[in-house]
């Protein structure tokens, strides 16, 4: 794979990161950040994270301008199959290399890279959305965040939750029983990663210095007849008035296999004594306690973009995943950074499996890749895209099929950041 020479281009130099430039590279990304230094138990665990043959800088001289990697992930799609995907990580450019093509460079390279690698999915979360879109990235997926006033909010429960043994839990001594069940959760919701080892470190990280107040990480198990069903891991955040305590738990994860124990967890997190607050930060968009609190007003929730989409191999891509309703339909895409993907391609699926091949058919709809992108998961309907003027029916009633055949049941999610 070649590399793109400065000397050559008058363009930083792309290169493969090396273990002994990880710290400069990191070092770079972060003051692109803000500048603020990491805790020391964060900073290593990104370092033992990265995949240094899947990431790269750009490098103007010794100094580093320019950074992106990629995570090799298995995401859920539709149907429940693990699609390999690249993960989109750690992409930064120096304020003093601006508007000097470094962003457009790296993401050529990478998308390359992606195609070589025969994946057919780019993933990423976005710091700033309106960037992505012109990479062909749509977005695919959505998070509610909440902060639930428990003085004012009763939950009603489903039948068995009382069955549910709840217990405190060292959370790094039951990493193992809590991952075990995340992984179980992992093919029932599109947009989910299965975890390679080392990222279930992610989930207990708890560096002092980010706590602003709360306690140490806690972690509740959710039991049944001796098995974990679920577990619960949050802060506990004290706070007073003159009027008494109003504390605030702060969720980082939830988890559970059957809707009782979800619900004894969540019965759970409203109970804890001195607080009057539960606040949740990007949870399912779907997820029940939403039907189950007696006053969704006060419960502000907020909705904000999740996990951006880019597909790589639109064919590989659209038959990797199955379709609630029966579909047939010639889309005509355009893709003019991964101009592979432009043309005409006819997919045929159902809740059985699809087949995505090259045609010569008239069009039935016509979109870019980013549309394509946004409604890969189920999530966001094409024929909203449709009546935003993104998606341009050709065939009368097309988009109504295809709508109804790419949608999810579930909606996706991203169970966390990368």
């Not at 993401?107 to 700033?128: F, H, K, N, Y």
């Not at 405190?168 to 992984?183: K, M």
Request: hydrophobic residues 45%; charged residues 25%; contains cysteine.
């Amino acid at each position: 794979m070649a590399n793109d020479s400065a000397s050559e281009t008058g363009r930083p130099e792309l290169r493969v990161l090396r273990q002994d430039e990880w710290n400069i590279w990191y070092d770079a990304l972060i003051r692109s950040f803000g500048g603020v230094p990491e805790a020391a138990e964060e900073r290593e665990l990104w370092n033992s994270l990265t995949e240094l043959d899947r990431s790269f800088g750009a490098w103007d001289g010794d100094v580093c301008v320019g950074t992106a990697g990629a995570f090799s992930f298995r995401l859920t799609v539709p149907g429940g199959a693990p699609v390999p995907a690249a993960g989109v990580t750690m992409v930064s450019v120096a304020a003093t290399h601006r508007r000097r093509g470094v962003l457009t460079s790296m993401m050529r390279r990478q998308l390359d890279d992606v195609r070589e690698w025969g994946w057919p999915l780019a993933v990423l979360t976005a710091s700033e959305p309106e960037i992505y879109g012109r990479f062909g990235y749509g977005v695919g997926s959505f998070q509610v965040s909440t902060e639930i006033d428990t003085t004012r909010v009763r939950l009603s429960v489903p039948p068995g939750t009382d069955d549910v043994r709840l217990r405190y839990a060292v959370p790094a001594d039951v990493l193992d029983v809590c991952e075990a069940v995340y992984a179980r959760k992992v093919a029932d919701r599109p947009g989910m990663l299965a975890r390679l080892p080392g990222w279930e470190r992610l989930g207990v990280l708890d560096p002092e210095s980010e706590r602003e107040g709360a306690s140490p990480l806690q972690c509740v198990l959710a039991e049944r007849d001796g098995e974990v069903v679920g577990y619960a891991r949050f802060h506990v955040k004290p706070d007073w008035d003159r009027s008494g305590p109003k504390g605030a738990v702060q969720l980082r994860d939830v988890q559970a296999l059957d809707p009782a124990a979800q619900a004894a967890l969540w019965r759970f997190l409203f109970g804890i004594d001195l607080t009057s607050t539960v606040k949740a930060y990007a949870r399912p968009v779907d997820e029940a306690w939403q039907h189950q609190v007696s006053d969704i007003r006060r419960c502000a929730v907020r909705v904000r973009d999740a996990l951006h989409v880019r597909l790589v191999d639109v064919g590989a891509a659209l038959q990797a995943r199955t379709y609630q309703a029966p579909v047939d339909v010639v889309f005509e895409v355009e893709d003019a950074f991964c101009p592979w993907n432009a043309g005409r391609w006819r997919l045929s699926g159902d809740a059985k499996g699809a087949s995505c091949e090259r045609t010569t058919d008239a069009a039935d709809l016509a979109l870019s890749v980013r549309e394509l992108g946004a409604a890969y998961l189920g999530g966001v309907s094409l024929a909203a895209l449709g009546s935003a003027g993104r998606v341009r029916e050709i065939r009368q009633g097309a988009l109504a099929e295809a709508s109804v055949g790419f949608a999810s049941a579930v909606a996706p999610w991203l169970p966390h950041g990368f």
